[in-house]
């Protein structure tokens, strides 16, 4: 296949409005799917996404077109993520296209995530193709929605394509318009080779299969690569192209899209980004790659049963990371909770999402703690940390400018975000208010039609991660959308909330609060305990301290629960029985000192109502 015969492409929309169901028509069209394996959905291959619909890990697949005049089009498909978390995902992705499908629900209108794929597609110079779906609906107003496409899309009327993935109005226009709309990759035949890499997995069979986009030049099997990054060499062993699924060609050229399995062991080494090239044809540099995935949340992950089950919870977190190299684990060990990891995610939804795969895929149940995000703590000698674990947050912070020590901490810093709500303006107030409310400042408002604003926000990463979208989402009875952006850290006044129990404190417990808040935060921290530990031999005080500052404390007071209070003397066997079983509840318990902490304890502690 010639350059000119091949188009690359994506589809972009707003989560829901209908990407899957328009590939999965596209891939019916060009009898990829077939009644054999037909399934709705093909490319959400992960059993999470079909749960949820949403999509997660960006596929590929090849399709063959001809068109009336008889020329054969080669198109790759190369599906995206639709969440905010999944930003880098599209944008990776992306790099791989010259087209894309700009998918507009015609009843939801343009929303926030359109409109940041939007900007991602034309800050990579892409064709957009325009098209509008779900023509079907009784609410479809594709008038009202095609002025809003080129109000805000810069789009021509006549470009937009009206369609319904589900019924199939239309659809059999969308490859034609891809051929005849969409560019052709760029790239240089004659040109030593030139790989981006693009996806990787790990398959158990082949080991890790690389996703590549030949941008110049030629690969073939037997070809010696080398990492552009890491300088390493590979033999290729097998290249093909997806078709659904991987279909051997033995050779890639210019232009196209396909998988390689070479000798990489470890998903590691497969580097998302990286440029290969022929060991035989030197290049002076390597394509410009993309931003490392930089994880945001950070939360410590533990098996329920430490003692037992830490292994195989390493097994599992191992396997996971290599489908998912976004994650970023070390290790952690906690006083409270025993040994686990400290994972780092692109978001909150990527927590949610691999928190899921861990519990379905492997079957190990865990306690994920409450998700900090990373601060920037600088010191009196001048030096910056970067924190990501509250056990790690300075106790305290110097005021006063003379006689400190280099390894005082004197200020605290935290990522922002600029955060972009699309909803409709009845609800503009109550928006307002709840993005005041978590420390935001508003930057700009701007009417996107006649009843829908898009409101941007500069705001606390930490506040969008704990629960915004769920409140923005009541407060408006579904219609607001979000996306945000990372926009560099600010200075700003938080503190680290210690909980102990019984004067000793209790790692796991830690949380970084805005100093404001930390009166009110502590009490709810204590209250939540007091409820769900019970009562022991002794008496138990909870309290929460700032430094050495105790600023909130309940005091539990001493009282066995005598089991076998109803058997009056005799049965010795029986009484025995339940003094066994009453030790068997304990070792559910994580013991603090001489405390019995109930796992519930832990986790009332961790969910934010
Ligand atoms: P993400 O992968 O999470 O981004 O979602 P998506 O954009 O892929 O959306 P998906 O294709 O899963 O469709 C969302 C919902 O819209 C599903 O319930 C579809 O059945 C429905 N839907 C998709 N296309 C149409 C259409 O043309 N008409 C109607 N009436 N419903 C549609």
């Known amino acids: 296949f010639p350059p000119e015969l091949i188009r690359n492409f994506s589809i972009i929309a707003h989560i829901d409005h209908g990407k899957s169901t328009l590939a999965d028509r596209l891939l019916e069209e060009t009898g990829v799917l077939t009644g054999k394996n037909n399934r709705s959905q093909f490319l959400d291959k992960l059993k999470v996404e079909q749960e949820r619909g949403i999509t997660v890990k960006a596929q590929t697949c090849a399709m063959f077109y001809t068109t009336d005049d008889g020329k054969t089009y080669l198109l790759n498909l190369i599906d995206t993520p639709g969440h905010v978390d999944f930003n880098y995902e599209v944008s990776r992705s992306l790099a791989a296209c010259s087209s894309v499908l700009l998918l507009v629900d015609s009843s939801q209108g343009v929303q926030a995530q359109t409109l940041a794929n939007y900007y991602l597609a034309i800050e990579q110079d892409l064709t957009i193709i325009p098209i509008m779906t779900k023509i079907d609906q009784q609410s479809s107003q594709p008038d009202v929605i095609s002025a809003q496409m080129e109000q805000l899309l810069g789009v021509e009327n006549k470009d937009i394509l009206p369609i319904s993935a589900k019924t199939g109005i239309n659809c059999d226009q969308v490859i034609p318009r891809i051929i005849e709309n969409g560019s052709k990759p760029s790239g240089l035949v004659e040109a030593p080779l030139k790989a981006l890499l693009f996806d990787s997995w790990y398959d158990e069979y082949f080991g890790v299969i690389c996703m590549v986009y030949v941008v110049d030049g030629q690969l073939k099997i037997g070809q010696t690569l080398i990492s552009a990054y890491t300088k390493k060499a590979y033999e290729i062993l097998q290249v093909g192209i997806m078709h659904p699924e991987q279909v051997v060609t033995n050779a890639l050229f210019t232009g196209q899209v396909g998988y390689i399995v070479c000798n990489m062991r470890t998903a590691a080494e497969a580097r998302v980004g990286d440029t290969l090239y022929r060991k035989d044809q030197p290049i002076d540099k390597p394509l410009p790659g993309f931003k490392p995935a930089k994880p945001m949340v950070f939360a410590g992950v533990f098996p329920l049963d430490s003692e037992n089950d830490f292994d195989k919870l390493k097994d599992t977190i191992e396997k996971l990371c290599l489908t998912d190299s976004s994650v970023h ?22 927590m949610d999402v691999f928190k899921q795969r861990l519990e379905q895929e492997f079957g190990t149940e865990t306690i994920i703690t409450t998700p900090t995000v990373v601060y920037k703590v600088a010191y009196a000698d001048g030096k910056e940390k970067l924190v990501e674990n509250p056990n790690e947050f300075p106790d305290s912070f110097m005021t006063r400018k003379n006689g400190l020590s280099a390894n005082d901490a004197v200020a605290v810093y935290e990522p922002i975000v600029v955060a972009t709500i699309v909803c409709p303006e009845k609800y503009f107030l109550s ?70 129990i019984n004067k000793e404190s209790v790692d796991a417990l830690s949380f970084i609060v805005p100093k404001d808040q930390s009166q009110f935060k502590a009490r709810e921290i204590v209250e939540k305990l007091r409820k769900q530990i019970s009562r022991q031999m002794y008496e138990v005080s909870i309290q929460c301290a700032v430094g050495v500052k105790v600023i909130a404390s309940e005091t539990l007071k001493a009282f066995r629960k005598d089991v076998t209070a109803k058997c009056y003397g005799g049965d010795i066997t029986r009484k025995r029985k339940l003094l066994d079983k009453q030790k068997e509840g304990k070792k559910k318990m994580k013991q603090i000192g001489s405390v019995h902490i109930p796992q519930e304890a832990f986790l009332s502690v961790f969910k934010v109502d």
Do not use: W
């Not at 290790?331 to 939804?349: D, I, Q, T």
């Not at 709840?434 to 604003?453: A, F, M, S, T, Y």
């Open 329 to 350: 684990i070390t290790r952690e060990n906690s006083g409270a909770l025993g040994m686990g990891f400290r994972c780092g995610f692109l978001g909150l939804l990527h």
């Open 431 to 500: 928006v307002i208010n709840l993005c005041n409310e978590r420390r935001g400042e508003q930057k700009d408002i701007v009417n996107i039609d006649e009843d829908r604003v898009s409101i941007h926000y500069i705001m606390p990463l930490n506040e969008i991660i704990h629960d915004f979208f769920d409140r923005l989402k009541s407060l408006t009875q579904g219609y607001a959308t979000l996306d945000y952006e990372e926009s560099g850290y600010q200075q700003t006044e938080m503190v680290k909330l210690n909980v102990m």
